[in-house]
């Protein structure tokens, strides 16, 4: 996972401006209404709930995340903008009371693949759902289809990787593979499970130094790095750099992806 004080921080590079080809996608398949009752699941500095919030404005947003830090800078810039009909709460979405049938839609963008209980989450999720409300989120496709995993991981190992690694913690592909999304979420109490596919670049920075600073931050690459001697460790920065470098054009730092938005109904 990244690491909430600096993905919501104001450095070159940031969540927000790292997916900002992902983002038109995810609004046009949320589809909120003027008077939905939006819940943005793991919802980060809350961009996501800001603009659900602006188009459901007779409606409300409710944004919750397991970082305190990132809701803190969610407050704020929800404040700073001046987005009124927006609330956010610091609490774990796979077992937090939500009101009752409460929510129209729930949105998520990558929030919702590292839960330790997927069932148990989505079916606690549903529940703030009123019946037929709505999931819509976005999530990786297998890390073998996403060329910034990839890269980074042939980059720090100095090979080519053999498949997908065995994740040691939270796994950001867990919801990859669709016969395993599909069974979590009808198993949770959802139906007419649909698939969207979406093939967009993410953006690591403007240049060079700004796409290591940020790639860099990663816990996959922190955890990595601490594991090298430090020569070792300096030919694993070198050659994220040729790589960093190799992906540099008039955009900056880009690499392909591939994710899904998932969208399902509440029974
Ligand atoms: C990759 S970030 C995405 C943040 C945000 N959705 C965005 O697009 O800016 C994943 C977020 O999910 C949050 N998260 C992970 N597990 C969670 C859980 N069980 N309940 C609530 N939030 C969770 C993390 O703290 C992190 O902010």
Known sequence: MRDSAREHGPGPTNYDGELRSHDRILRREAAVQRH??????GCGSGQTT???????????????????????????????????NVAFEHADAQVHRFPPERFDVAISRFGTMFFDDPVAAFANIGRGLRPAGRLVMMVWQPAERNEWD??????????RPTGAAAP?????????????????????GFAGIAF???HEPVHYGPDVDAALDWVR????????????????????????????????????????SRAWIISARRL
């Open 36 to 41: 939905d009752h939006v819940l943005d699941i």
């Open 50 to 84: 800001r603009q659900a919030a602006r188009t459901a404005r007779e409606g409300r947003a409710f944004g919750v995340d397991v970082s305190a830090t990132a809701i803190e800078r969610a407050r704020e810039l929800a404040l700073a903008e001046g987005v009124g």
């Open 150 to 159: 990839v890269a980074i991981r042939r980059a720090l190992s100095g090979a």
């Open 168 to 188: 040691a913690g939270p796994d950001a592909f867990s919801l990859g593979d669709p016969g395993t999304a599909e069974r979590i979420l009808g198993a949770a």
């Open 196 to 198: 969207t596919d979406v």
């Open 217 to 256: 931050g990663f816990t996959s690459t922190s955890e990595v790095l601490s594991r090298l001697d430090p020569a070792a460790s300096e030919r694993a920065l070198g050659r994220l750099r040729e790589t960093f470098s190799a992906h540099l054009d008039d955009d900056g730092v880009r690499f392909d």
